[in-house]
């Protein structure tokens, strides 16, 4: 399929705003220029309207759709044991697949086109991802708590969505290893993973150094930080990307920084449960590639990854009272390029060459008015509702508002009538 | 005129989420119950939406939309300075008008139903103001700097204001005196207003403990802080409305408590100018009432209530790791309810007699499902373009998305028009 999107304001390569006609053949962008005269299946106009690289959510657990608003304003492990565990365990693989699609709504509505999950029943997240059109890499999160036998389970597990999501044989979904920590995971799992990982090819996500808690248990147990243990066992490569990255230190941020991992901050969840504030300004200047999530929908309490930017932009500058920290391009990049290299993929920038992964932003709002600066009013003033087209792979997830690919209605009562019934089994 | 709101889940008294009909006579809520029969002129369904008390900003300036994404990423006196200042000398009261405009039509659609602002040309925001329907509380920012004979012409402009409000005879625009800070305006200022306030029977709001200078400059000048100081000098009472109150002591909370001052919160901009953290916790805990508010668009940067409510409730726990800190149900308050409370306003509540000062969330929609928790998904997941009906004095501002009030196209060209020309010319 051919799409042309004329006359809009298209944030190109390095985040210059140039006004032009931008071109999709199949899965790609051929052509970024004014006027372009070529034929094609759908031409979408985008007058008043930005044209903005997809934003990549780099850590998310999609099914926790289910759980938006069960409990929130309590201690992290209250949360877990008393609300969100026991729902957890009641889940069946079907409740997981319409808790991924609620989340897979979201996530075109707000203009997100790629992303990172770990959770469980993952065959059930790649189906509805399947369906819904997103780019995803999803993993199933691995806990073997130094039992031997469940180590075995969790590696079959894994294996087991490895195969599945590849008989998929999608464009878009992809497979991820995903041990859920260091201090769930022993060490013989963790070097298992690394070892399956190269064996097939296949990125690592991992949860590291969240909480304080995490943090010197694990030294307690190992006499050194999760970034030394995971590095001393040959776990840290470029093909690593680390959720949340809160309570590092130097010697944590060099090691990230020269084996190439990639991190993923998550504000919202990081500051709702009070976790910390992870150190953005030492990872950005000792080079680390910081990327954005927006976590599991239970500790955000949404998906907006144009909400999350300015989480980001505003935490840091509150944190270290420099209004200077966590500029709007450097957090643009964050939600976009950082994302898209961390996962190693041709998007992030719209650009000649690249996957059409792109969405249309109406400007046309009092919001985003004057529009004199397209960077800081998506930063700073838009949110999720504010996008209006969102394609993936060149295909058209959602036009003018419609998504195309996803009953909206049947998928938000689905989603209900499964969280109705946990709730009162709950 | 009268209107019936069927079927919606309207926050009750205490925020109880109730599934009733409201029904509207003239400028004040007469009844909510299931089923009312009434007549009315209006019918809206409200099925699967919720009925909220209109958002009540109590610390902005609205006129300021006009630099929205002019300046980012800098230190407060730069960004003053080099960017605002030199913009502001340029605008003219039309300029003023039409920015004012936009920040109402901005306000309308983000369901804000009244605010408190402070700004010049102040004539003009109010006739904006009268023009969109909301409900306001405006003031000219005075600062004579020491200077006797500046300190007339303040006064003088002050008073030009309240007789032109006054003549105004409205229902809904009120004046407020709004002597800019302590440091800004002289012992002499300060008393004067006080007196007028008494003499006239109005309100003040002035900007207070903003900045760590602003209190140093204060206590190397006066020995004292900016609170104490304007204690001594009797300026405090429960009819002033202090903005920003980050740099508080325990002896400044307990005076605050002890004369019913209101404190606004302004987490967004504190954030962004990296002026510091309210000391939120200790201020609820002395009794405090604390108010919310978005500051200018130049500093947020937009007038979104909702986001506004999920910054605080989330910038609290960051702070001091507490997820406990700054529940929902204490933000929502904080933006509804004790707003009214400063403003000595029956509003901010839904209840039989209340003004009619509310609006419709439409709550069909993927980031609020499944929708169990109304006020936790207002406070961490809606946004201001969840907004559709907009309420203000029994009268509809906004309709299912559409502005009533205020032509849009034409309010986001005017002020565009003006940006375009301070841009050329700053």
Redesign the interface.
Known sequence: MEILIKNGRVIYDNLKVVEADVYIEGNRILEIKKGIKREADIVIDAKGKVVSPGFINAHTHLAM??F???A?????QE?LETYIWPREAQLKPRDVYKGAL?GA??MI??GTTAFVDMYFHMEEVAKAVERAGLRAYLGYGMIDLGDPEKLEKEIKKSIGVLTFIENLNSERINFIFAPHAPYTCSIECLKRVRGLADEHGKMITIHVAETKREVDGIKREYGKSPVELLDEIGFLRDDVIIAHGVWLNDKDIMLLAERGVSVVHN??S????????MPLKELLNRGVNVCLGTDG?AS?????ML?EM??A???H????????????RTVFKMATLNGAKALKLNAGVIREGNLADLVIIDF????L?????VI??LV??A????VETTIVNGEILMLDGEVLTLE??K??EE??K???KL?EGG
């Open positions: 759709t289910l938006r608003g069960l929130d304003d309590i201690p992290l949360w609620l709504l979201e509505k707000g504000p919202a990081n500051m709702k449960l009070g976790s910390g504030v929908d955000n309490n949404n998906l907006d909400e300015k989480l932009a505003l935490l500058k509150a944190h270290t009272l420099e209004p200077t920290v966590a500029d709007a046309n709002k009092p919001h008015r004057p529009a004199n600066n800081s009013h700073y003033s949110n999720g509702n504010d909206e209605e998928v938000m989603a209900q499964v969280a109705d709730h």
